[in-house]
Nanobody, 124 residues
Framework: QVQLVESGGGLVQAGGSLRLSCAAS????????MGWFRQAPGKEREFVAA????????YYADSVKGRFTVSRDNAKSTMYLQMNSLKPEDTAVYYC?????????????????WGQGTQVTVSS
């Protein structure tokens, strides 16, 4: 099991940028594929981005492709989500998640460990 804590959320105007961080503790971070998901009010939690243990594979939802970049620093046990050109529809609680395996997936059910979430609000 790995413990996850997100940070970096906040209020930003449309077109702005934010960088989310996900700090991990517990078992070896490099053993886990990692993902970002988000949940807007009244909606299902949806996939945003995922990254393999060695950063060799990165997946993105179509809605964020070209605007968001997922990365990780295994030496710091931390994953990041750089979000640029933010839109009001990006407003949601963002969660990081860990999957015990080297390959990332886009399925929420494949991730066993979750953080508490960080709020991102984009104003128009």
């Amino acid at each position: 099991q790995v413990q996850l804590v997100e940070s970096g959320g906040g209020l930003v105007q449309a077109g702005g940028s934010l960088r989310l961080s996900c700090a991990a503790s517990g078992r070896a971070f490099s053993r886990y594929a990692m993902g970002w998901f988000r949940q807007a009010p009244g909606k299902e939690r949806e996939f945003v981005a995922a990254i393999s243990w060695n950063s060799g594979w990165r997946y993105y939802a179509d809605s964020v492709k070209g605007r968001f970049t997922v990365s990780r620093d295994n030496a710091k046990s931390t994953m990041y989500l750089q979000m640029n050109s933010l839109k009001p529809e990006d407003t949601a609680v963002y969660y990081c998640a860990a999957r015990n395996g080297i390959a990332p997936t886009t399925k929420r059910s494949d991730y066993a460990d979750w953080g508490q979430g960080t709020q991102v609000t984009v104003s128009s």
